[in-house]
């Protein structure tokens, strides 16, 4: 698939985009079999839409939910009303992580390379400061700062609270995931769906991704028409139309919500930024997470307002 189709898919009328995702879902149940695949299910908008288009065809289907102790309180007392639900736990809580490998700050890729100049050897640190023959790979000047930070940082969250714990469901149970993922949200994850698709059979980790054309005003739509419910720290789903009768929806409350503490992209967020929301809507884990976990001191040396 090249960018153009993507594009095109993109803009699908949602009815449509409906329709091509439960078909690319029954192409990986019917490989698979309903034992031998899951629903990665985090309790956010995205996932629940696709909780509720997959078991709108096959209503047994497990879903998979990682207890983090990382998401809002609201979130886990949302999947909980759910049946057959899987719930895992990582081995390390995000205290005993960010003490042994350092803070999620700016993003996966330039935490990660902040990382390896710090711990890696003299080939590895001249790549990520300088990059390849063609100056890719490597830690943007802005951000050489970091370096010298009085603190750890890395990109080892994710791959020990998240990965870890599922990798060993999948290789325990031999089942392999339903993901709602979508090509907009990164260009990683867009690489990735030109490249595999929907379904990437072939890949060494085999992985559905039926929701990767979608667009995030096409799930708010979906939640709005089919008044689905959702975890209540989103808030409702309104509509709002121009002169022109054209629709857009937005969310009342958290337009995400994934890991409370995660500091990837804030300095790219709105006023009030997201830690900032926290201290008004959860005072309990703005505390403990600005001085218990020392995100304060974070969010000074990178100069963002909490």
């Known amino acids: 698939m090249n960018l153009n189709e993507l594009r095109i898919l993109q803009n699908y009328p949602l009815e ?11 192409e990986w149940v019917d490989y698979y079999g309903e034992n031998g695949t899951y629903i990665s299910f985090s309790g956010g908008k995205d996932s629940t839409v696709l909780l509720d288009i997959v078991r709108s065809i096959y209503p047994n289907i497990e ?11 609201e979130i886990y007392k949302f999947v909980k ?29 330039n935490s990660q390379y902040i990382y390896e100049i710090r711990h890696s050897t003299k080939k590895m640190r001249q790549r990520r400061l300088y990059g390849d023959s063609k100056g890719r790979f490597k830690l943007p000047n802005k951000y050489h700062y970091l370096i010298d930070a009085p603190f750890e940082i890395s990109n080892k969250c994710c791959e020990v609270m ?23 949200e990164s260009s990683l994850r867009q690489q990735s769906y030109l490249q595999h698709g929907c379904n990437a059979f072939e890949s060494k980790r085999p992985v559905s991704t039926p929701l990767g054309f979608w667009k995030q005003q096409d799930v708010l739509e979906y939640i709005y028409k089919n008044d689905l419910k959702i975890a209540s720290v989103y808030g409702e789903v309104i509509e709002d139309k121009n002169l022109l009768d054209e629709c857009t929806y937005s969310t009342t409350g958290c337009e995400r919500t994934g890991c409370i503490y995660c500091l990837y992209g804030i300095q790219c967020d709105t006023t009030p930024n997201r830690i900032q929301r926290l201290k008004k809507t959860h005072k309990k884990q703005y505390d403990y997470c600005i001085n218990k976990l020392k995100l304060g001191e974070v969010l000074d040396y990178i100069g963002v307002k909490y």
Do not use: C, D, W
Request: charge should be positive.
């Open 63 to 73: 879903a998979v939910f990682i207890n983090t102790g990382l998401e809002y309180p």
């Open 16 to 26: 449509m985009k409906i329709e091509r995702t439960k078909q690319r879902i029954r």
């Open 81 to 109: 009303t759910f049946k057959n639900v899987t719930i895992l736990k990582p081995e390390m809580n995000f205290k005993q992580v960010i003490n042994t490998y350092g803070y999620p700050v700016i993003s996966k890729e």
């Open 162 to 184: 998240k990965k870890r714990p599922v990798k060993k469901f999948e290789k325990e149970t031999g089942k392999v995931p339903i993901i709602g993922t979508m090509a907009e």
